[in-house]
């Protein structure tokens, strides 16, 4: 089954937050985008839509502009440095998070320990708990989408 890329911001079948001309832009003015330049426009395609559904996961501020619509974003009631987001578009910040992501994806950064829990080599033993390797993502990205993050029982207090 073949899937569509879609980047049609607020659309109902879009799958990925940037589209594949604007992912080649960034990268063009990138150091070490090595991964994506030896990357086929296929294989781009979905890291892009695995970024989108990881990011999905994420707690935001705000809320999504219209039900209708497949990803999180367009968000309205969104604030970056005490400015209101537009409610039309994505981010440029949460873009790059996204291009960020999908380079760290195509490095093999995704973590080896996913949905293990415990191993042994050799002598040593190890078990884990609570940890969810599949739900962190690399401080690049986190420091661009920081300031979007929605914390549970947080209060944003803004100045009139």
């Known amino acids: 089954m073949s899937v569509t890329f879609d980047a049609t911001v607020g659309g109902g079948s879009t799958n990925t937050y940037v589209s594949l001309e604007d992912a080649d832009d960034y990268f063009a003015k990138r150091t070490g985008s090595g991964p994506w330049d030896s990357a086929n426009t296929e294989t781009r395609q979905k890291a892009l839509m695995d970024v989108a559904r990881r990011m999905d996961r994420i707690r935001w501020t705000g809320e999504k502009t219209s039900e209708a619509q497949a990803l999180e974003w367009p968000r309205a009631g969104v604030y970056l440095f005490d400015a209101l987001v537009l409610e039309n578009a994505i981010p440029d910040r949460v ?7 999908a380079l760290w994806l195509l490095s093999g950064g995704d973590s080896p320990l996913e949905g293990v829990q415990s191993f042994s080599v050799g002598g040593l ?3 884990l ?3 969810d390797p599949g739900g962190a993502f690399p401080p690049a990205v986190d420091r661009l989408i920081a300031p979007f ?3 549970p029982g947080s209060v ?3 100045r009139g």
Do not use: W, Y
């Open 129 to 131: 708990s609570g940890v």
């Open 156 to 158: 944003v207090l803004r």
């Open 149 to 151: 993050r929605s914390c």
């Open 95 to 101: 873009q790059d998070a996204a291009c960020e992501l």
């Open 125 to 127: 033993s190890m078990s």
